[in-house]
């Protein structure tokens, strides 16, 4: 009876102390992280592809990593967002390198420099061109780790209160452009403005700017610029493929699992397609409606004008990428690969859209 008496206390104290003990490493594993973006809550395409990125992760992980998203105004402002990552304040951000720009002027490369990069090449150089190297030496300066998370394809060159015909009618002409493209505008002679988007519709309409660009015909259509501007521009010189990103504070990245760091970086590649088929999806027949429903008129940049921003937009690239070290490894890469991209574009993308365009009969 003692024996049994004994073995019957043991078992009690032995269940007593487990039920004191930490809970699982699974449930102790879970994180709650606070992403930011530029972006104004819910915007379409961009606004939506950091709310989706987020939503992967926590399912890819059954709810260990449970990310809550603020758009931009909420927690800090839309350019604030870097500096809230970096610092620690937030967890992650969703947004366009451009934007710190004043960090570093190689940030640019990794989002869209004018004549640049399109979605596809830009895709090709980061995966495999050894840009997302380079990206993490930039990224790290900051105590930041990046990742591609997002495109929007080409661009549309704006939104415009006049037309404009002749290089010189840039000219004292107020735009909002951001990146090392509004630097070429400031070069063409027009007086460049700094807008996060949730400003630019008001800007635009009480004459704070003459002009505008924002991405395309599917965004453009929900921000409801032709309301206001009737010259619709193309094409967008300035972005050929804007990349989106995911910044993640680097200690809270090298705080994570393997296999969370895996999903993070499995789901920010899958967005990335993810949104610029969206885009693609959507620009056509959004700008049938801008053209036929509200009668925008959809005009095109003069050669003579695209010849003169294209040699500006060598030159600023240019200086852009000889700003310092880490900025002139950079613009080498990417250059590189450039060339690389338009050597083979040249008989593969350019040659097939040209003979689809020849008068044979389809479909």
């Not at 929900?222 to 989106?244: D, M, R």
Request: proline share 3%; net charge neutral; with cysteine.
């Amino acid at each position: 009876m003692k024996n049994r008496r004994s073995v019957l206390l043991g078992a009690a104290a032995t269940g007593a102390a487990a039920s004191t003990l930490p809970a699982p490493a699974i449930a102790q594993g879970r994180r709650r992280l606070k992403l930011v973006t530029t972006w104004p809550k819910n915007l379409p395409g961009l606004g939506t592809a950091a709310e989706n990125v987020a939503k992967w992760i926590k399912q890819a992980s059954e709810g260990d990593l449970d990310i809550k998203v603020y758009a931009a105004g909420e927690l800090v402002g839309a350019f604030d967002a870097f500096d809230a990552v970096s610092g620690g304040a937030a967890d992650m951000y969703h947004g366009a390198e451009y934007y710190w720009q004043g960090k570093s002027q190689a940030f640019n490369f990794f989002a869209a420099v004018p004549f640049g990069l399109t979605a596809s090449e830009m895709n090709s150089w980061i995966y495999w061109g050894g840009g997302q190297e380079l990206w993490d030496e930039l990224s790290a300066q900051f105590n930041i780790k990046a990742f591609m998370c997002g495109n929007s394809g080409v661009q549309m060159g704006g939104w415009f209160n006049k037309k404009v015909t002749d290089v010189e009618d840039f000219s004292g002409l107020k735009i909002r452009m951001p990146g090392l493209g509004g630097e070429v505008m400031r070069r063409m002679g027009a007086s460049v403005v700094a807008l996060p988007g949730g400003e630019i519709y008001t800007s635009l309409q009480q004459g704070v700017i003459d002009a505008t660009e924002w991405v395309g015909p599917w965004n453009d259509l929900v921000f409801g610029f032709y309301k206001i501007a009737k010259y619709y521009y193309w094409p967008g010189f300035h972005e050929p493929g804007t990349s989106l990103s995911l910044g993640i504070n680097l200690d809270v990245w090298n705080s994570l699992t393997k296999s969370q760091q895996t999903i993070i970086q499995m789901a920010t590649a899958a967005q990335n397609d993810f949104t610029l088929a969206e885009f693609n999806a959507n620009n056509g027949s959004a700008l049938a409606t801008l053209v036929n429903k509200h009668d925008v008129q959809l005009r095109r940049f003069t050669n003579e004008a695209l010849a003169k921003i294209g040699n500006l937009s060598g030159e600023v690239v240019r200086e852009a990428g000889e700003s310092d070290g880490i900025s002139r490894k950079i613009y080498e890469s990417f250059i590189s690969s450039r060339k690389d991209s338009i050597r083979w574009s040249r008989i593969s993308d350019e040659a097939y859209w040209e003979a689809r365009r020849l008068p044979f009969e389809y479909g």
